[in-house]
C-alpha cells in the first residue's frame, strides 16, 4: 500500500506535465500493467503472492518519484527518509501477524483496519477497541 500510493502519485504528477516522461519509467509502467491488470479480472481471492512480481516496478516508479521530488526541490531531501520510517514502521506492527507468529488475538484484530480486511474472519474493531488493544489501554 505504501508502494502503491508512490505510483499512483507519480502517475498524476506525470499527466499533470510535473514531471518529464523517460523511456525507463515507461518500461516500468508497462511492467506494472502487465502483472497486476490480468489480476483484476479474477473473480475468487487473490493472494498477496500474486502481486509479488509487480512489487520490483512499483519500487522502481517510488524510487524514481522521490528522485525526482528532491531534484525539483518540492519536499527536500528528508521525504524519503519519512517514507522509509513509515514503511519500516509499518513491517514491524504487521509482521508478527503476517508471518504467523503467536500473538494476542487483540492485536490480530486491532489490526484489521478495514471493514472487509480481516485475518480471523470476523467483525473487525472499533478504532477505540483497536487502539486499546495495541497501546494496552
Do not use: D
Request: hydrophobic residues 55%; positive net charge; proline residues 3%.
Amino acid at each position: 500500500c505504501v508502494c502503491a500510493v508512490g505510483t499512483v502519485w507519480l502517475i498524476i504528477r506525470l499527466l499533470r506535465g510535473k514531471m518529464k516522461n523517460e523511456k525507463g519509467i515507461t518500461v516500468a509502467f508497462i511492467g506494472i500493467l502487465c502483472n497486476y491488470v490480468p489480476w483484476m479480472f479474477v473473480t475468487r481471492s487473490v493472494y498477496i503472492y500474486h502481486y509479488f512480481a509487480t512489487v520490483v516496478f512499483v519500487l522502481i516508479c517510488t524510487v524514481y518519484l522521490f528522485k525526482n521530488l528532491e531534484e525539483s526541490g518540492v519536499f527536500g531531501k528528508n521525504i524519503k527518509w519519512i517514507w522509509l520510517g513509515v514503511v519500516l514502521l509499518f513491517f514491524v506492527v504487521f509482521y508478527p501477524v503476517i508471518a504467523g507468529a503467536e500473538v494476542p488475538v487483540s492485536y490480530i484484530k486491532a489490526l484489521e483496519w478495514g471493514r472487509r480486511w480481516t485475518f480471523l474472519g470476523e467483525t473487525p474493531l472499533t478504532l477505540e477497541q483497536m487502539f486499546g488493544a495495541i497501546f494496552g489501554g
